[in-house]
T-cell receptor
Framework: DVKVTQSSRYLVKRTGEKVFLECVQD?????MFWYRQDPGLGLRLIYF???????EKGDIPEGYSVSREKKERFSLILESASTNQTSMYLC?????????????FGPGTRLTVT | QKEVEQDPGPLSVPEGAIVSLNCTYS??????FMWYRQYSRKGPELLMY????GNKEDGRFTAQVDKSSKYISLFIRDSQPSDSATYLC??????????FGKGTTLSVSS
């Protein structure tokens, strides 16, 4: 079974802190994604990566950065956490292919910024 | 107009009912259409995938794509309490990232 793991299920941070969310996949997938999910707004793409050391901005990259030093690991960084970044963060991975449609998701990290 | 529109529900049905979930979209370049299911406190999981137009059936689930109307549907026959979840439609064109609908929350009561 494909497994995508995220470092924390629940996280509470203070405004201004630097926050690291880690994601690891064990299926040798080239593509990795970070989304946030908010009620009424659905899933929104923050950043994605098609290969090691490559990254592309998604729809809402402001306030975030990412790091992909190894193929299996994709990190999301909140440089200076703000309350409007309180959300559910979901990591996903997929094999290359047209549309990258079959994305495997992790369980999510519910981040609260106070 | 948003690229993908999905009625958020919630939708409540009795066990055994036929459920119809729908999404409309505006981008005629979309060719790949997916339905993901998300249980509470879990990540989404791929349920059905359809390329271009047509129907696809998998057990109690049928996915339909009507590209002429820019409309996709997911039908669930003989719905079960275990089908209670949020259903997300998603779509893309070749080589692009997925665009998700906001999700429809379904509750099936026994």
């Amino acid at each position: 079974d494909v497994k995508v793991t995220q470092s924390s299920r629940y996280l509470v941070k203070r405004t201004g802190e630097k926050v690291f969310l880690e994601c690891v996949q064990d299926m040798d997938h080239e593509n990795m994604f970070w989304y946030r999910q908010d009620p009424g707004l659905g899933l929104r793409l923050i950043y994605f990566s098609y290969d090691v050391k490559m990254k592309e901005k998604g729809d809402i990259p402001e306030g975030y950065s990412v790091s992909r030093e190894k193929k299996e690991r994709f990190s999301l960084i909140l440089e200076s956490a703000s309350t409007n970044q309180t959300s559910m963060y979901l990591c996903a991975s997929s094999t290359p292919g047209t549309g990258s449609y079959e994305q495997y998701f992790g369980p999510g990290t519910r981040l609260t910024v106070t | 107009q948003k690229e993908v529109e999905q009625d958020p529900g919630p939708l409540s049905v009795p066990e055994g009912a036929i459920v119809s979930l729908n999404c409309t979209y505006s981008n005629s370049a979309f060719q790949y259409f997916m339905w993901y299911r998300q249980y509470s406190r879990k990540g989404p999981e791929l349920l059905m995938y359809t390329y271009s137009s047509g129907n696809k059936e998998d057990g109690r689930f049928t996915a339909q794509v009507d590209k002429s109307s820019k409309y996709i549907s997911l039908f669930i026959r003989d719905s079960q309490p275990s089908d209670s979840a949020t259903y997300l439609c998603a779509m893309s064109s070749a080589g692009t990232a997925l665009i998700f609908g906001k999700g429809t929350t379904l509750s099936v009561s026994s």
